[in-house]
């Protein structure tokens, strides 16, 4: 709040907002800021990511989720984000409170992308920021509303979502790697713009390869199997698409089919927070793989996989047909997993199991450490 515009001076045209993809039906200055309301009911905040695109200079248009057909039921089955909280103040005809941060931290990026339980958990994307970071996330409040935003956020827009209004937007590049519209999304008119002196904000491209911070897709996946006994490090490639199609790379401790199964299912079994996290294509492999070299993750593939014996294919399971990655991949995504373990195979010969691989030719991470241990004594900084 070292600077702020109110009244004739709100121009949201002042930030130079980049034309994101060549198709795209106009510049989207929300693509990385996070969407802020608050629950009617309990006041709870929810933050999410939902793009948001000039309409004029005062005015944005927010897709919370999807079209948003006026008259429709709060369905807080679906969320309780920005598209609950309005669509309920708006069935007691009042406006919605909004605030847009633009240039947060990276970390609330992610958390406000994610499926958090905001219902129950006070400020939720707050306050799993913090404790994932260790230390609170610092708050401010508004200018024109009593909305908490992120003190640190270089830029923030704050005004309403009127009750009723809507407009169209799009189309814009998904992160899915196609383009999309909407012909009814939410309005919102913008009263107050805040920044910190000389503002720095960043936005994100959504190509077949979305520049969204895939390390931290990777550590979320990883926490969410860091109980199973078996798994020793899990990676979400960074060169593939975010949306439901996500790869995901399993190293594991496994001797034994029995132990692979046992693995599939917890994998399949697992919560992962909504369809854009869900991995579709799992991939596991022993431990002694590099899996964050696709080269040698594919060979293990190529070489280690039997198509009729190793890869399993779970059911898909509709349930909320009527959001948008439903509509191409069902509510519950099926999903493939390819066993490219060696060590799990065995073949009966002369009535005993014998492996079906000999030892991987490649330098083991023991010798790789003891080499790189000794890099001084070589003269090598």
Same mark, same amino acid.
């Not at 515009?5 to 002042?14: M, N």
């Not at 992610?110 to 499926?115: D, E, N, T």
């Not at 270089?154 to 189309?171: F, H, N, S, W």
């Not at 401790?253 to 854009?276: K, P």
């Given at each position: 709040?070292?600077?702020?515009?109110?009244?004739d001076? %709100?121009d949201l045209y002042?930030f130079?907002t980049?034309?994101?993809?060549?198709l795209d039906g106009?510049q989207y200055?929300?693509?990385t800021?996070? $969407?802020i309301?608050? +629950?009617?009911?309990t006041?709870?905040?929810?933050?999410?990511i !939902?793009r948001?695109?000039?309409k +004029? @200079?005062?005015?944005? *248009?927010i897709?919370a989720?999807?079209s948003?057909i006026?008259?429709e039921a709060?369905?807080r089955?679906?969320?309780y984000?920005?598209?609950t909280h309005?669509?309920?103040n708006e069935?007691?005809?009042?406006?919605t409170?909004?605030a847009?941060? /633009?240039?947060?931290?990276? /970390?609330?990026?992610f958390?406000?992308g994610r499926?958090v339980?905001s219902e129950?958990?006070?400020?939720?994307?707050?306050?799993?920021?913090g404790a994932w970071?260790?230390?609170? &996330?610092?708050l401010? @409040?508004? &200018?024109t *509303? +009593?909305l908490?935003v992120?003190a640190?956020?270089?830029?923030? /827009?704050?005004g309403?979502?009127?009750? !009723?209004?809507?407009?169209?937007?799009?189309?814009?590049?998904?992160s899915?790697?196609f383009y999309s519209s909407?012909?009814q999304?939410f309005v919102?008119?913008?009263k107050?713009?805040t920044?910190?002196?000389?503002p720095?904000?960043?936005g994100l491209?959504c190509?077949?390869?979305e +520049?969204?911070?895939k390390?931290l897709?990777?550590t979320?996946?990883?926490?969410? /199997?860091?109980a199973h006994p078996?798994?020793?490090?899990v990676?979400?490639?960074?060169g593939v698409?975010?949306g439901?199609?996500t790869?995901?790379?399993v190293?594991a401790? $496994?001797?034994t089919?029995?132990?692979?199964?046992?693995?599939?299912d917890?994998?399949s079994?697992?919560e992962w927070?909504?369809n854009q996290l869900?991995?579709?294509?799992?991939?596991?492999?022993?431990?002694?793989?590099d899996?964050r070299?696709w080269?040698?993750?594919l060979?293990? %593939?190529? &070489?280690?996989v039997?198509p009729?014996?190793d890869?399993?294919?779970t059911?898909?399971i509709f349930?909320?047909?009527?959001e948008p990655?439903?509509?191409?991949?069902?509510a519950?995504?099926?999903? $493939?997993?390819?066993?490219?373990?060696f060590r799990? @195979?065995?073949?009966? %010969?002369?009535g005993?199991?014998?492996g079906l691989?000999e030892p %991987?030719? @490649?330098v083991?991470?023991?010798?790789? =450490?003891r080499?790189e =241990?000794r890099w001084?004594? !070589?003269?090598i900084d």
């Amino acid at each position: 709040q070292e600077v702020v515009h109110t009244g004739d001076e %709100v121009d949201l045209y002042q930030f130079p907002t980049p034309w994101w993809h060549e198709l795209d039906g106009g510049q989207y200055i929300g693509t990385t800021g996070g $969407v802020i309301t608050a +629950d009617p009911s309990t006041g709870y905040i929810n933050m999410g990511i !939902y793009r948001a695109m000039i309409k +004029d @200079k005062n005015t944005l *248009s927010i897709q919370a989720r999807g079209s948003h057909i006026v008259g429709e039921a709060p369905d807080r089955r679906g969320g309780y984000g920005a598209y609950t909280h309005v669509l309920e103040n708006e069935a007691q005809g009042k406006a919605t409170p909004v605030a847009i941060a /633009l240039g947060m931290d990276p /970390l609330l990026t992610f958390v406000a992308g994610r499926s958090v339980p905001s219902e129950s958990l006070r400020h939720a994307e707050y306050a799993i920021a913090g404790a994932w970071r260790g230390e609170p &996330v610092e708050l401010g @409040k508004c &200018v024109t *509303s +009593d909305l908490l935003v992120p003190a640190w956020a270089e830029i923030v /827009l704050e005004g309403e979502i009127p009750a !009723y209004a809507r407009t169209a937007e799009g189309p814009h590049g998904e992160s899915q790697g196609f383009y999309s519209s909407n012909s009814q999304v939410f309005v919102m008119n913008v009263k107050c713009i805040t920044h910190r002196k000389n503002p720095i904000g960043y936005g994100l491209t959504c190509g077949t390869r979305e +520049d969204f911070p895939k390390f931290l897709i990777s550590t979320f996946a990883r926490a969410r /199997l860091a109980a199973h006994p078996n798994v020793t490090d899990v990676h979400v490639p960074e060169g593939v698409g975010a949306g439901a199609g996500t790869y995901l790379i399993v190293a594991a401790r $496994v001797d034994t089919t029995r132990e692979v199964e046992q693995l599939i299912d917890a994998i399949s079994t697992t919560e992962w927070g909504g369809n854009q996290l869900r991995p579709r294509w799992v991939i596991i492999v022993d431990d002694d793989c590099d899996i964050r070299d696709w080269d040698e993750v594919l060979w293990r %593939v190529a &070489v280690g996989v039997m198509p009729d014996r190793d890869i399993r294919i779970t059911p898909r399971i509709f349930r909320l047909a009527h959001e948008p990655l439903a509509q191409l991949h069902g509510a519950k995504t099926s999903a $493939v997993f390819i066993d490219a373990t060696f060590r799990s @195979k065995t073949a009966m %010969v002369d009535g005993q199991a014998v492996g079906l691989v000999e030892p %991987v030719n @490649k330098v083991s991470k023991e010798l790789m =450490a003891r080499i790189e =241990a000794r890099w001084p004594q !070589y003269g090598i900084d």
